[in-house]
């Protein structure tokens, strides 16, 4: 059982232990922890071997969570006086972020979730409960949203939230509304996962301030004479303007922050039937080939694309580039056809395979803009 003041205590809209689908041994995170309900919940959940923090900014509700750990005999929690915008946790040091009715009353859900992605390992979850909306309120129907559930004045729409968690770098996205509080509000199960990468490295959204190592790896990759028409990289600014401003991405040393490997996409054709179609181009450093890299950036890429509605994926590969070839057939692109003698590179007269990936859960429509 669990202690009463921490059931008291709870004012949660949801069950986000069960929507985490925790594991043994996990370490697990829960954004404003209150009376600390969920935490001891996920302690059951993850067994000795695992751990749970609760972060919350009120030392009553902290000094109330330690006592109900302590009648509860948790042994593997520990509550942190901090912020839901300011973590105090170290990068990368959680499987899981979980939070039940808390991230709406942030007013700054940007760095709250910034800061989810920052604490989680590659590969980890973010599953939490939420109140939104389902689409823009007025004024009014706020006001009596928030008189009737108290949570709902700072409360995003379902689209804002996604543009948020993928604006952060979280793919997999799901939103899935449960509870109609009426006026469109509704409680929600948010669930999203960082990408993966093997241990000591990150994937996470391109920035400007990548802009000399991306363009470097670049260049080195046309210097084979094996990825590309092109023998010189661009400008940045020939780059980023040629590139749609999302699905870009980086993967970096998880200490230093250097760029070993990127991935961006370009629109095929501003003809409204192609707008869930992109090619794509993918380099990794020289000195980081065959270690998983550039895999691990197509899966977070093809990814990000399917949240964002994209039901084909493109690109032309030298039928030279047995590894490039290779890397994109393993992730399920397909060789749809050759377009022979297609251009001139260094005096010869080269065939370029065109590779597709067609997704199998968008098709026909989606979020894609």
């Not at 939070?99 to 859900?109: A, E, F, P, Q, R």
């Amino acid at each position: 059982m669990l202690p009463e003041g921490t059931v008291r205590a709870s004012l949660g809209c949801g069950n986000p232990v069960a929507v985490a689908e925790l594991r043994a041994g996990e370490t697990v995170l829960d954004l404003g922890s209150g009376g600390g309900i969920d935490v001891l919940l996920s302690a059951r959940r993850v067994g000795p071997e695992g751990r749970v923090y609760g972060v919350d900014a009120s030392p009553d509700m902290l000094d109330l969570a330690r006592r109900n750990a302590e009648q509860a005999g948790a042994a593997n929690v520990e509550f942190l006086h901090g912020t839901i915008e300011r973590v105090p946790l170290p990068d990368r040091s959680v499987d899981v972020v979980i939070s039940n009715c808390v991230i709406n009353l942030s007013g700054d859900k940007a760095a709250v979730l910034a800061e989810a992605f920052r604490v989680l390992r590659p590969g980890g979850r973010f599953g939490v409960s939420d109140v939104v909306a389902a689409h823009v309120l007025d004024e009014q129907a706020r006001e009596r949203a928030e008189q009737r559930i108290g949570c709902a004045a700072g409360s995003l729409t379902v689209q804002e939230y996604r543009d948020l968690l993928a604006a952060v770098g979280f793919v997999e996205i799901a939103i899935t509304l449960s509870a109609d509080h009426g006026d469109g509000v509704h409680s929600a199960i948010v669930q999203a996962v960082k990408p993966a990468i093997g241990p000591g490295l990150e994937i996470r959204p391109m920035h400007e301030s990548d802009a000399a190592e991306v363009l470097a790896i670049y260049q080195a990759g046309l210097d084979t004479g094996q990825a590309s028409f092109e023998t010189t990289a661009p400008s940045w600014e020939g780059f980023t303007a040629s590139r749609l401003p999302q699905l870009r991405y980086v993967a970096t040393d998880g200490d230093s922050g250097e760029v070993l490997g990127w991935v961006a996409a370009s629109r095929v054709s501003d003809r409204p039937v192609y707008a869930g179609v992109v090619e794509h181009s993918i380099y990794v450093h020289p000195g980081c080939q065959a270690q998983g890299v550039g895999r691990a950036l197509l899966e977070a890429f093809i990814a990000a694309s399917e949240d964002a509605g994209v039901w084909t994926i493109q690109s032309g590969i030298f039928g030279e580039n047995a590894a490039s070839l290779a890397l994109h057939q393993a992730v399920g692109f397909r060789v749809v056809g050759t377009r022979e003698r297609i251009g001139c590179h260094h005096g010869v007269w080269r065939d370029v395979l065109l590779v597709e990936r067609r997704s199998s859960v968008v098709g026909g429509g989606g979020r894609f803009r």
